[in-house]
C-alpha cells in the first residue's frame, strides 16, 4: 500500500496565502504550457467526504489557465447507463494529447460514496475493486499523468460546514438530503475509504492525502504537490518559505469584506469563520 501524508503548509495567515498562492499558480501555468507543448496528458483527481473542499481546491488551481487547455469533469449523479459502464463512462472523459484534466470526484466514487450510500450494487463494487489496478496501469503505461489527492476531513469539521451552507444565502443550494446521510454514515464511508486505500494505492498511482481542515493549506498543499511531481520545463525551486506566523494577522477579507485591525481572538474567529466557506 502506497499512501503520502503531504503537509508542507500547516498555517499560514490570509496575506501569507495570497502570496503563496500567486507564486504556486504562475508555475501551474508553466506545468500547463508544458503540457501543451510536449503533447503530455495529465489527470488530477480530487476524492474526500462531502465538503472536503475539492471544488474550491480545484477552482483556485483553475482560475488562471488557459481555459482552452483544462477541463475540469463532475458527472456528479450517474445516468443507468454511466452506472453500468463506469470504466467507459470516465474513459470518455480522459485527457486529451496537451490537455489537463481535473476531476472533482472521479471513478473513485465507486469504492467510496457509491458502495456507502447503497448507489451501487455489491458486484458492481467487486468488480471494480478488483479491475482499476489493472486499468490505471493500462492508462499510465500508455502515457497518462496520474496524480491522486484524496481531501481529509473530521467529522466535527463537516458538520460545520454543513451548518453554514444551510444558513448562507449564496451556499444553501449545496446542501442537499443525502448530506446530512453521509454524516450518519460516517463509519461506513471510513471503512471504503480504507479498504479504497488498502487496495489501489500502488507505487505509480499513490494515495496523497492532505489534511482539509483548513481550507487555505489544503489548497496549497494541493497545488504544490502537483507541481513537485511532474519535472516541468521552467520549474522553479519550490521551497517552502519561512513565514512569520503572526505577520499579517490584523487583517483579513472574508466574503470579499475587508477586516482590519483586529485582536488575535476577532482574528482566530474570522478565519475559522472563513474556512467553512
Known amino acids: 500500500m502506497k499512501i503520502k501524508y503531504y503537509s508542507a503548509f500547516e498555517d499560514i495567515s490570509n496575506s501569507q496565502y495570497q502570496k503563496e498562492k500567486f507564486r504556486l499558480q504562475i508555475e501551474l501555468l508553466k506545468l500547463q504550457e508544458w503540457i501543451l507543448k510536449y503533447n503530455k496528458r495529465v489527470a488530477v483527481i480530487f476524492e474526500g467526504r462531502d465538503a472536503a473542499g475539492k471544488g474550491s481546491a480545484i477552482k483556485r488551481m483553475t ?7 483544462y477541463r475540469v469533469v463532475e458527472i456528479g449523479k450517474p445516468s443507468v447507463k454511466q452506472n453500468n459502464s463506469w470504466f467507459k463512462t470516465y ?9 489537463l484534466v481535473f476531476y472533482d ?9 457509491q458502495p456507502a450510500m447503497e448507489y451501487c450494487s455489491i458486484g458492481q463494487y467487486k468488480y471494480f475493486m478488483r479491475t482499476v489496478n489493472k486499468w490505471e496501469k493500462k ?9 491522486k489527492i484524496y481531501l481529509s476531513i473530521d467529522q466535527p469539521t463537516q458538520q460545520k460546514r454543513f451548518d453554514i451552507r444551510k444558513n448562507h444565502l449564496l451556499k444553501y443550494w449545496k446542501l442537499s438530503k443525502n448530506d ?12 471504503f475509504k480504507n479498504r479504497m486505500f488498502a487496495l489501489s494505492a500502488k507505487k505509480k498511482s499513490p494515495w496523497i492525502v492532505i489534511n482539509a481542515n483548513n ?9 504544490r504537490y502537483v507541481l513537485a511531481a511532474i519535472d516541468y520545463e521552467g520549474k522553479k525551486d519550490l521551497k517552502i518559505r519561512s513565514w512569520n506566523l503572526d505577520q499579517d494577522r490584523d487583517k483579513i477579507k ?15 474567529l474570522l478565519n475559522n469563520i472563513k474556512q467553512t466557506l
Open 63 to 69: 482560475e488562471n489557465l488557459m481555459t482552452k487547455h
Open 91 to 99: 474513459e470518455k472523459t480522459l485527457p486529451e494529447t496537451g490537455e
Open 105 to 113: 470526484r472521479s471513478w473513485y466514487s465507486r469504492a467510496m460514496i
Open 139 to 147: 492508462l499510465i503505461n500508455e502515457g497518462l499523468i496520474l496524480i
Open 180 to 191: 446530512f446521510q453521509a454524516l450518519s454514515n460516517w463509519d461506513t464511508y471510513t471503512f
Open 215 to 223: 481550507k487555505m493549506t489544503a489548497r496549497l498543499n494541493a497545488l
Open 254 to 268: 472574508v466574503l470579499d469584506v475587508l477586516f482590519e485591525n483586529l485582536n488575535k481572538e476577532q482574528y482566530q
